[in-house]
């Protein structure tokens, strides 16, 4: 499992409006980086066992699918 640190700040404002935008900035920016480091799709995957098969099967699809995308890339190349 890969370890994924998550850090966002939030800076001190005088206003209440101000903390109110900022706080709702940085829990989109928040989920932003929480969804592209994978941390709850590796949560999810993790969530039940997986049997040897399963894994095998599961490993098996995505690397069809990243061979799709690279072909497809490709493609768009030419």
Request: aromatic share 8%; net charge positive.
């Amino acid at each position: 499992m890969t370890h994924a640190r998550v850090r966002v700040q939030l800076r001190e404002n005088s206003r209440r409006d101000e903390s109110d935008k900022s706080f709702k900035y940085l829990f989109n920016l928040f989920k932003k980086q929480v969804n592209e480091t994978g941390i709850l799709s590796e949560y999810k995957r993790r969530e039940f066992f997986e049997s040897k098969g399963e894994k095998r099967r599961r490993k098996r699809k995505e690397s069809e699918r990243e061979q799709a995308k690279q072909k497809a890339k490709l493609k768009d190349l030419r």
